[in-house]
């Protein structure tokens, strides 16, 4: 009876074997025991996806299109992912928003893409621009004004005509002209010698409001680099998780196939099979919700990039670790409060207010001014000379009292100065807060790279083992689907550490800000 039981059992063996081109099956029988060695095992790899948008088709494949080889980092992005140079242009037609090329991109491409397209950061510019045209207005002040007038006046009135009609009934004179024709104009010089503290208050404030807008331009900078790179790690996260659960439906399929052919071979059962089919089953619902978060994944930095309405981008770069960080934690909470623009921002706003106060209170203050004309004027009727003539003026006004208004405004420009103390506080242990959330997720994430890289190790091996079992019919089917499910698990938390690592480097960057030249920078 136990000869018998062998029989079968090896018959069904050398069945599965065939069936399964026998060579890789029986290499794996004659070291049944034997644990496979790190080394061996092939790195895990998540290459960037290829897709077909129009049948909404998604494999990860390694082409030469997408390639880290081909898109270097030297290399620019393409031309067709800009959008239009007109702002105002949208689609009116379904077929103008149809996704019709898809290019690759590294990541220097992304953040390249997006600080040249971003709408955000190509406002603030424009703004930058409007504060430095009102800082011209606002010097203008400095300068007198001068202006010209010049008036050339014929006249022929029924007042005039009226007049003449009385004199000659009166007195008998024909001979009176109602016509007048006469040229007239001048110079006029203006200038406020002292405006109270006024006009320099202005000019200062508007100085301190350039350089808020610059470094909101630099802020802006900043974080379009930080959503491009969040964004693109994020891809590459969608991408390799399409991957792992593409991995775990062969892994799936292979488990159905095996449970299928051992039934055949009557060593199976029907529950085997059908436990299977289900975990099939599941792990297609899996890919399908992967794919589609990979797509939202897809448009998400597309919209970050501002690209044209019929280009999608893949991820071209490897997942690998994207560097290290050279400062302890409490270096770089002292570098991010000297480099971040945020910080600086409050303090000016509060210089700002301090010009405020000072612009409100010269309204009760008194001011001076001169002013100074040249005029010349000719009666084209008469026989007489051009006339000229001048005047010289010196004017001066105080306002005594304004029921407290320019007090009141000062009082307001005071508050605005606490406030933006208060904000800069706040600010700053935000952006420790920051700082230490960011450096605390890149230890460990850091730690959990290694740790996670064994525990895929040891996952692929207890999954071949759980298969030889199952093939020679001493393990179960859940024994498969929970190593399945194990190997799975570990995949996607290799990944997650390895993104969680370059998420958390990216969030330090951000949070320190101008790493490592301590300017405005807009590409790594």
Do not use: C, H
């Amino acid at each position: 009876m136990i000869i018998l039981r062998n029989l079968l059992t090896y018959s069904a063996i050398i069945f599965v074997i065939l069936s399964n081109s026998g060579v890789g099956i029986a290499q794996e029988l004659i070291s049944l025991e034997k644990p496979a060695k790190k080394g061996d095992r092939p790195e895990v790899s998540f290459p960037a996806p290829v897709s077909n948008p129009e049948k909404g088709e998604t494999q990860i494949v390694q082409t030469e299109e997408n390639s880290p080889a081909v898109a270097t980092e030297a290399t620019p992005a393409p031309e067709e992912v800009n959008p239009s140079a007109n702002p105002l242009i949208f689609p009116t037609e379904p077929d103008e928003v149809n996704i019709e090329t898809v290019y690759p991109v590294t990541l220097n491409q992304a953040i390249e893409v997006a600080l040249n397209n971003n709408k955000e950061l190509q406002a603030a510019r424009l703004q930058l621009e409007r504060t430095q045209s009102q800082l011209d207005e606002a010097l203008a002040a400095l300068w007198p004004t001068l202006d010209a007038e010049f008036n050339f006046i014929q006249q022929d009135s029924a007042t005039s005509r009226l007049s003449r009609e009385v004199q000659i009934q009166q007195f008998g004179q024909s001979n009176i002209e109602t016509d007048d024709t006469r040229i007239d104009g001048g110079l006029n010089l203006r200038y406020d010698i002292y405006t109270g503290g006024q006009r320099g208050a202005t000019i200062r404030r508007t100085r301190r409001q350039l350089e808020v807008n610059r470094l909101e331009v630099e802020r802006i900078a900043e974080q379009t680099r930080f959503d491009a790179t969040s964004n693109y790690y994020d891809l590459q996260n969608a991408d390799a998780t399409v991957a792992i659960v593409q991995a775990a439906v062969e892994d799936a399929t292979q488990s159905l196939r095996d449970a299928q052919l051992l039934e055949q071979a009557g060593l199976g059962t029907r529950f085997d099979v059908l436990q299977a089919e289900v975990d099939l089953a599941n792990e297609n619902q899996r890919l399908t919700r992967a794919i589609a978060q990979q797509r939202t994944a897809r448009r998400q930095l597309a919209e970050t990039l501002s690209i044209a309405q019929r280009i999608e981008l893949t991820a071209a770069d490897e997942i690998n670790t994207a560097g290290s960080w050279p400062l302890s934690l409490e270096e770089s909470i002292v570098q991010a409060y000297q480099n971040r623009a945020e910080l600086e921002q409050f303090l000016i706003q509060r210089e700002i207010g301090e010009q405020n106060r000072e612009i409100a209170l010269a309204g009760i203050r008194p001011t001076i001014g001169v002013q100074a004309s040249y005029d010349v004027a000719d009666d084209l009727q008469e026989n007489v000379t051009i006339e000229d003539g001048y005047t010289l003026g010196v004017n001066a006004r105080w306002v005594f009292f304004d029921g407290g208004a320019a007090k009141a405004q000062a009082e307001q420009a005071n508050r605005d100065i606490d406030i933006a103390e208060v904000n800069f506080a706040n600010q700053r242990n935000e952006i420790r807060l920051q700082v230490e959330s960011a450096y605390f997720e890149y230890i460990a994430n850091q730690e959990n790279i290694g740790t996670t890289d064994t525990a895929v190790t040891t996952a692929e091996e207890r999954l071949r083992l759980a298969r030889l079992r199952f093939q020679a019919g001493v393990g179960t089917q859940t024994d498969v689907i929970n190593a399945q499910r194990a190997l799975s698990e570990a995949r996607g938390n290799f990944l997650q550490a390895i993104i969680g690592y370059n998420q958390a480097l990216n969030q330090l960057q951000r949070s320190v800000s101008n790493l490592p030249d301590n300017g405005l920078f807009e590409q790594r």
